[in-house]
């Protein structure tokens, strides 16, 4: 019933911001209590939690990755998006959206987006 679908450029320089947004149908993210994720999967690696946004507005981050990332929502639109500055080669990626009762880590996700590949690349 719930849907994700991840959206955005799938090429950025180094050192620019990349911006991804993800689009949910069939649920609404101010429901109690869900938590809207972002994950990547840098090639040949596993999965990495990068932070969420909560169904208050509340954000989380993983702290290796806090500096440099940024989580928002539009709930009018029923979308929340990451932006993730001074990126580097090594954060090319596929990049997933997820729903989680959560609000740290890959626990629980019922739902997730099939993914983007992010490629950061001069």
């Known amino acids: 019933q719930v849907q994700l679908q991840e959206s955005g450029p799938g090429l950025v320089k180094p050192s620019q911001t990349l911006s991804l947004t993800c689009i949910v149908s069939g649920g609404s993210i101010t429901t109690a209590y869900y938590h809207w994720h972002w994950i990547r999967q840098p090639p040949g690696k596993g999965l990495e939690w990068m932070g969420a946004?909560?169904?208050?507005?509340?954000?989380y981050y993983n702290p290796s990755l806090k500096s440099h990332t940024s989580i928002s929502r539009d709930t009018s639109k029923g979308q929340f998006s990451l932006q993730l500055s001074s990126v580097t080669p090594e954060d090319t990626a596929v990049y997933y959206c997820a729903r989680d009762l959560f609000p740290t880590g890959i626990t629980l996700m019922d739902y997730w987006g099939q993914g983007t590949q992010v490629t950061v690349s001069s």
């Open positions: 946004i909560a169904y208050d507005g509340n954000t």
